[in-house]
């Protein structure tokens, strides 16, 4: 079983960057799907990107795209999320999470629904 711990998050102004980190540990890595989630109070979790277990094929919500960029290190045992040009509604807990069912990977949006193993979150807050 896969166990996943998130790092990185912070108190950022408008405008600034982050990158958060996702370590695994427990399991191979590269058998996983990989998701990062977000859940700002009173909001559903919502995907913001995830990436195929060999890291070839990735996808964004609309709302991030063009800002942020997911990335894995299997030897490393870490996915990344670095987070560019922040908005305060970017603020939220972020959550990474995983899966070994490949089969669902495909052009469309992250879906909570298929990830089986959740990190605790890292609170990410985008203020001046």
């Known amino acids: 079983q896969l166990q996943l711990v998130e790092s990185g998050g912070g108190l950022v102004q408008p405008g600034g960057s982050l990158r958060l980190s996702c370590a695994t540990s427990?399991?191979?890595?590269?058998?996983?799907?990989i998701g990062w989630f977000r859940q700002a109070p009173g909001k559903e979790r919502e995907g913001v990107s995830c990436?195929?277990?060999?890291?070839?094929?990735?996808n964004y919500a609309d709302s991030v795209k063009g800002r942020f960029t997911i990335s894995r290190d299997n030897a490393k045992n870490t996915v990344y999320l670095q987070m560019n040009n922040l908005r305060p509604e970017d603020t939220s807990i972020y959550y990474c999470?995983?899966?070994?069912?490949?089969?669902?990977?495909?052009?469309?949006?992250?879906?909570?629904?298929?990830?089986?193993?959740w990190g605790q979150g890292t609170q990410v807050t985008v203020s001046s």
């Open positions: 990436i195929s277990s060999g890291g070839g094929n990735t």
């Open positions: 427990g399991s191979t890595l590269g058998d996983y799907v």
């Open positions: 999470a995983a899966h070994r069912k490949s089969w669902l990977f495909r052009p469309r949006p992250c879906l909570t629904t298929d990830y089986d193993y």
